[in-house]
């Protein structure tokens, strides 16, 4: 037991002695450790509130915007323009300091051409990155696939392409045309005698959303015109259809003896076959000249245009308008393709969808310096009855139906893909989501109503 | 000897200049209308000059007077003062002008050495409704040598004079038009039967009415029959289509049973490897060499096909022989890279450019309108069915490629190296469908998708012939294609589409094996 004793106690003190030898104790590290730990938080503590000082005091944190554009994927040759577009915009707002001081920070997303991916990541942009507004979007189909996320989340979309109407939505402003803006005029200027006077009229689009809408109020503003029911022919292909013997065949048909037009909302790759079979076909352009409302110099680019020369389209802006400011914005833009190595570089060219792209993001960052804030409902208010001098021309934002005051402008394709302008409206046409033909009891306002209501 | 050849090769020049020069007048539109113009009567300036100064005047008969004045005096060359005229005019006098000078334009062009200019102008004269156009035409249509053309300018006069004030003039020009057959008279005639028809209807009217009654039977049942052709035309061209683009999966996929799902890629391959031989065309050699360029392009697709199809076979398909479904997968992945790859590399301007003499096409009947693209596709379809029927039953790979096909182990034993007889066979097939991305760039446009377009119809040819049977591949476009343009008439693209899919499941359902099964045990 007494030689237990020492022996118990020796062997503590020894372990005692030997850690003290050793080196710092478990404990003691432990300790150490969290002193450090600690003065590293607080060192980095300061140093983000000095940071955020620093930054306070040099211009404020960046405001996030979102790109939602496909980058692959089938609509990835037409979308991948608008990012360029709108980080060019950002460019050259940053270079000249900002909105309200801060820099604009980009987000880009790729949704790949696929719509359930459209509100994904339209989703990701509101809740996670909590971006101030997005520009986005180009087929109908995921404008309509995101809808549901900006209302919920109100969030904010400037949607730059020309489409069907029929929407009113508190949470996107519509840059591009609506049906009277585009499809009615076009028809307006081919029944007029300056246009050729033509009194046959064939329908022709992909099956989709889109189309069926268009000849929908087209049909109508035709038999309210008083055109017989007989010279109006409707027909739809599918995505992707290649096979255009038959109907070229029937167009032959139906244009024999002078008269007849064919309004063309053919959506994709689809178009090149159905002009390379009309050329083919022995038809020329003043037999039966196609009015496309899809067609625009950057689908003219990857296309052979000996096909399609005199046919025309309907836009609110062509690269070949004649002002000083759309020389510049042409020159920078194919100088920006460049500076960057995008593919085709100064052989690149700007069209509708680009040009209102383009002013979207220059009325958005208007509205916010009016505005002096980014949050979503104090931006909207501010929109409402912007102006800004666009490439095209001045445009003018709505004051209550979130759309855009544009002028319409009727245009020839030429041999080099560019477009002539061979008609313009006399002045800027007033946006009317509901068309006046299909549903002329409703109207579209943010101010007075709560959106669509009965007139 | 020095002396005789110089003087010899002097007068060669000043022949050869001669010739030369004569060609220049010959060729050139301007000196001929000039020449034209020539033995006409030269018209006294003074009224011509006086009707050029009151076409603009207020009153609208002085106006429509000088426009007379200068229809039957004036020619082509007034048109620089006419383009005058017009640009300071005001908007209600600008619309006839322009008439005018469409007018002599088309007159001058009835004389132009380019036909298709005649055609064109001709057309044109026809429907601007000017009745002063008649003689012109006549006189162009007396001297035309090329048919289609005179018919053209036939029609043409006779449709003007339909709207004569002459009765007699109508019904003669109604006759015409029907011994024509010309679907461009039917509006008019339609018109001019119903008035006949009224209870009003004057006697003059009635034999007017008679007269394009009787014209529009004729046209109406010779349209029929050259519709009737067209279709089968279209069938024919829609079948060849399907055939190209199917043949190398029928190899590939009846006689090795590999399913390649990047079989529409590779065809993409082809057509980019095309727009890439134009564009080398373009870049290196002068303009003239530029139409030969879509010939050359053919052997470079099918190399390039078939190098990627070599590629593909060493790197994955080798290893999943026998596993068709993981086959699928991994060629699905691998179609999935290629388009991408055509999207990031090649953007989107990639616009391939038909040759001349393969675009527009030729007027066989009245009526009957055939591109000279579709009539090379189907005259390519033929070849390539020889070709791989020489291929494979001729040839001494193609014996090996069906030895191998039909008992792998025995052909293995005889001493035929099986796996580079694989990579050959996969590699052929793929050259093949480089071949219908080769001939398919002058039907649709050259963009990543272009596989996506064809697979399924690919497919579904192989599947519903009968997977292994080259004849049943033929059989089935021919089938597919022919029923799809009988019904498209009626039910529009989108519907006839589905019920092609829908004949096709139910004929499998009725005979899985396809319309020419493989007989015999199945030698896997």
């Not at chain 2, 530029?290 to 053919?298: C, G, N, Q, V």
Request: net charge neutral; with cysteine.
């Amino acid at each position: 037991m007494e030689k237990n004793k020492p022996n118990e106690a020796s062997p503590v003190k020894a372990d005692n002695v030997a850690a003290s030898e050793a080196g710092p104790s478990r404990r003691e590290l432990l300790v150490q450790g969290s002193k450090v730990a600690a003065g590293i938080g607080v060192a980095a503590l300061l140093g983000n509130l000095g940071n955020w000082a620093l930054s306070y005091a040099a211009g404020k944190e960046p405001i996030k915007i979102g790109i939602l554009h496909s980058l692959s994927g089938t609509m990835a040759i037409s979308e991948v323009s608008l990012r360029d577009t709108v980080m060019m915009a950002v460019e050259e707002i940053n270079a000249k300091g900002g909105v309200m001081g801060r820099m604009i920070e980009p987000v880009v997303v790729d949704p790949a051409s696929n719509w359930d991916l459209f509100a994904e990541k339209a989703k990701q942009l509101l809740l996670q990155d909590k971006v101030a507004v997005v520009f986005g979007c180009w087929t109908s189909v995921s404008r309509k696939s995101v809808l549901p996320v900006f209302e919920k989340n109100n969030g904010l979309l400037f949607y730059p392409v020309q489409y069907e109407g029929e929407e009113c939505s508190r949470n996107v402003f519509y840059t591009g045309a609506a049906p009277n803006q585009q499809a009615v005029p076009a028809v307006d200027y081919l029944m007029s005698k300056e246009g050729g006077g033509f009194k046959k009229f064939y329908l022709l689009g992909t099956d989709y959303v889109y189309p069926r809408t268009t000849n929908k109020i087209l049909r109508a503003m035709l038999l309210a015109k008083k055109v017989p029911l007989a010279n109006i022919e409707e027909e739809y292909t599918p995505f992707h259809h290649q096979d255009y013997q038959t109907i070229v065949g029937k167009l032959k048909k139906f244009a024999a003896g002078g008269g007849a037009a064919v309004i063309s909302t053919i959506n994709g790759d689809s178009n090149v076959p159905f002009y390379k079979e009309f050329a083919n076909q022995g038809l020329r352009a003043e037999d039966a000249p196609i009015m496309a409302f899809s067609v625009a110099e950057d689908e003219l680019r990857g296309m052979d245009t000996s096909a399609l020369v005199g046919h025309l389209a309907a836009w609110n802006y062509y690269q070949s308008v004649d002002t000083p400011q759309n020389k510049k914005f042409v020159a920078d833009f194919k100088a920006y393709c460049k500076k960057n190595n995008l593919p085709d570089g100064d052989k690149r060219v700007t069209d509708d969808p680009i040009e209102a792209a383009y002013f979207g993001v220059y009325i958005w960052k208007q509205a916010v310096e009016k505005a002096g804030s980014i949050e979503v409902d104090k931006v909207r208010k501010a929109v409402y009855g912007s102006k800004f001098l666009a490439p095209g021309g001045e445009i003018m934002m709505d004051a209550a139906n979130h759309h855009t005051y544009r002028p319409v402008l009727i245009g020839e394709i030429l041999k080099d893909g560019m477009f002539k302008v061979v008609s313009r409206s006399k002045g800027l046409v007033k946006p009317e989501p509901w068309s006046e033909f299909t549903n002329p009891e409703k109207g579209c306002d943010w101010v007075a109503h709560q959106g669509t209501y009965q007139k | 000897m020095k002396g005789q050849f110089t003087n010899v090769m002097i007068s060669l020049g000043r022949t050869v200049a001669a010739l030369g020069i004569v060609g220049l007048f010959l060729f050139s539109e301007q000196t001929l209308t000039i020449a034209a113009d020539g033995p006409v009567a030269a018209p006294s300036t003074s009224s011509i000059e006086q009707a050029l100064t009151q076409v603009t005047s207020e009153d609208e008969s002085v106006r429509e007077a000088a426009i007379r004045v200068l229809i039957e005096q004036g020619d082509v060359s007034l048109v620089p003062q006419l383009d005058e005229i017009r640009a300071n005019a005001d908007r209600s006098i600008r619309q006839p002008i322009k008439q005018l000078i469409d007018l002599f334009k088309n007159r001058a062009k009835l004389t132009s050495p380019n036909s298709d200019v005649r055609r064109s102008a001709a057309t044109d004269l026809g429907t601007s409704g000017k009745p002063s156009a008649v003689p012109w035409l006549d006189a162009a249509a007396a001297n035309e040598p090329n048919k289609w053309v005179r018919y053209t300018m036939e029609e043409s006069a006779a449709l003007l004079k339909l709207a004569s004030d002459d009765p007699s003039i109508k019904a003669a020009a109604a006759d015409k038009l029907g011994d024509l057959r010309s679907q461009n008279g039917v509006p008019v005639l339609k018109q001019l039967a119903e008035a006949g028809g009224g209870a009003e209807a004057t006697e003059s009217q009635k034999t007017v009415a008679k007269a394009a009654g009787a014209a529009i039977e004729r046209i109406e049942t010779w349209g029929v029959w050259s519709n009737a052709f067209e279709t089968i035309f279209r069938g024919i061209s829609l079948s060849s289509i399907l055939l190209v683009m199917s043949l190398g999966l029928a190899i590939v996929f009846g006689l090795m049973g590999v399913i390649n799902m990047a079989h529409g890629e590779l065809m993409m391959v082809g057509a980019y490897a095309t727009f890439v031989t134009q564009q080398i065309f373009k870049a290196f050699l002068p303009p003239s060499l530029f139409d030969s360029y879509f010939l050359t392009a053919m052997p470079v697709a099918f190399l390039a096909a078939a190098s990627f199809g070599l590629l593909l076979e060493a790197t994955v398909i080798r290893f999943l022989y026998g596993r068709p479904l993981e086959t699928m997968l991994a060629t699905w992945g691998v179609s999935l890279v290629m388009m991408q790859a055509a999207r990031v590399y090649f953007g989107d301007l990639t616009a391939v450019i038909a040759p001349g003499w393969l675009s527009g096409g030729a007027q066989v009947m009245v009526g009957v309108y055939l591109p000279f693209n579709r009539i090379f596709i189907i005259g390519m379809s033929i070849v390539c069915i020889l070709g791989v029927y020489f291929v494979l039953f001729r040839s001494s790979l193609g014996l090996r490629v069906r030895a191998v096909m039909q008992n792998r182990n025995m052909s293995a034993c005889l001493g035929i190296p099986t796996r580079k007889v694989d990579a050959y066979t996969f590699a052929f097939g793929s050259g093949l469908a480089g071949v219908a991305g080769w001939a398919l760039t002058l039907v649709g446009n050259v963009d990543p998708g272009l596989g996506q377009n064809y697979i399924v119809d690919a497919f579904m040819v192989v599947v519903t012939g009968g997977v292994g049977k080259l004849a049943g591949t033929i059989v089935a476009s021919l089938g597919i294609g022919g029923l799809n343009k009988l019904i498209e008439p009626s039910f529009g693209a989108v519907y006839g589409k589905v019920f092609i899919l829908v004949m096709v499941i139910l004929f499998l359902q009725w005979r899985p094996s396809g319309l020419f099964a493989m007989k015999g045990r199945n030698a896997d």
